[in-house]
């Protein structure tokens, strides 16, 4: 008995361990790396345009997990989607996706729908918190994120992920992206916060503040699978702070499908390897599947 493979809206994932978008940066070198073990990978969202992102420091690593305000930095859609033909494909490939309007995240679906050979997902990033007019204030708007995954649904055959923030009113904001067509929510993005230097008496990122994640976040992320377990019926990705099996398994219980990890990389490239052979140790020890496990703290 295979006791990790999952299904996600349509995806064979080997285990349910997801690699969150942006940690890894844009390299898809480090993609395939992480995809031997992982169960899928997101890469970093990519928008129309190249953006540079925000002048370091960027990353700060904080005693209960990062705070961080890249910006965004990534490559143009054209040049990454050149870039992605190197990716090996050992894992499905999910791509996040920024923008602005319905009408880009059309374009930019159709742009990797193009020049991709294999089946893929996206993830429609409604959650960054850092950067003007896009992720985090575009969920804000239930009607305008509704229409833009309406638009990235009516251009592509691919599934399509919604992220979302836990800052939301992720309850009606998920509800309606269901309505919209989005095949699976996740839940959550980095939440705002902030440190400030006690020796320059100054704030320590650049952009001032920016989004925390890690460990400081993961009670915060359960709560949002627990919620949103109930309200909706496709599938919940949860994010937000793992870095041990356990974690995994309270997110499994909680109502998740799958789940993210993007900070626990950060400490170790092996975590994906790890988390794996404990969650088939336990499965094994309770002689079930992962995919029963799913929403276990309802019952
Ligand atoms: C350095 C860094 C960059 C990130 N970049 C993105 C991004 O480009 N798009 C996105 O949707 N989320 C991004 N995130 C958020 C993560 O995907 C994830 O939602 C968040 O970090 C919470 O999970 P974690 O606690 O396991 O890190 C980034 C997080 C970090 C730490």
Not at 76 to 95: C, G, H, M, R
Not at 125 to 139: D, F, R, W
Not at 251 to 271: E, H, L, N
């Amino acid at each position: 008995m295979n006791y990790l493979q999952t299904e996600l809206c349509g995806l064979k994932l080997k285990n349910p361990l997801i690699l969150a978008s942006g940690v890894m940066g844009s390299s898809v070198h480090s993609l395939n790396l992480i995809a031997q073990d992982a169960g899928a990978v997101v890469t970093k969202s990519v928008g129309i345009e190249a953006r540079e992102g925000y002048r370091n420091p960027t990353v700060i690593n904080w005693k209960c997990g990062l705070i961080n305000a890249v910006g965004l930095a990534s490559p143009a859609a054209k040049d990454f989607a050149e870039q992605l033909k190197d990716y090996t494909n050992e894992s499905p490939l999910v791509i996040s996706l920024y923008g602005y309007t319905p009408e880009e995240f059309r374009k930019l679906v159709e742009i990797f729908d193009s020049a991709l050979p294999f089946h893929h997902a996206y993830e429609i990033n409604l959650s960054c918190p850092h950067v003007s007019g896009a992720g985090y204030e575009l969920g804000k708007d239930v009607g305008l994120s509704a229409d833009i995954v309406e638009a990235a649904k009516s251009s592509t055959e691919n599934p399509v992920f919604a992220k979302i923030s836990a800052m939301h009113d992720y309850i009606n904001l998920a509800k309606a992206l269901e309505k919209a067509g989005a095949d699976a929510i996740t839940i959550s993005n980095t939440l705002r916060g902030m440190k400030i230097n006690i020796i320059s008496r100054k704030p320590v990122l650049s952009n001032i503040s920016g989004g925390v994640s890690g460990p400081a976040i993961k009670p915060i992320a359960l709560k949002c699978v627990y919620d949103l377990y109930k309200e909706v019926e496709i599938p919940i990705i949860g994010c937000g702070g793992i870095t041990s099996f356990e974690d995994v398994l309270e997110f499994i219980f909680a109502g998740a499908t799958a789940v993210q990890i993007g900070s626990a990389v950060y400490y170790s490239r092996r975590v994906f390897y790890s988390l794996k052979e404990s969650l088939i140790a336990y499965t094994r020890a309770h002689d079930c599947s992962i995919s029963e496990l799913v929403g276990a703290a309802h019952d």
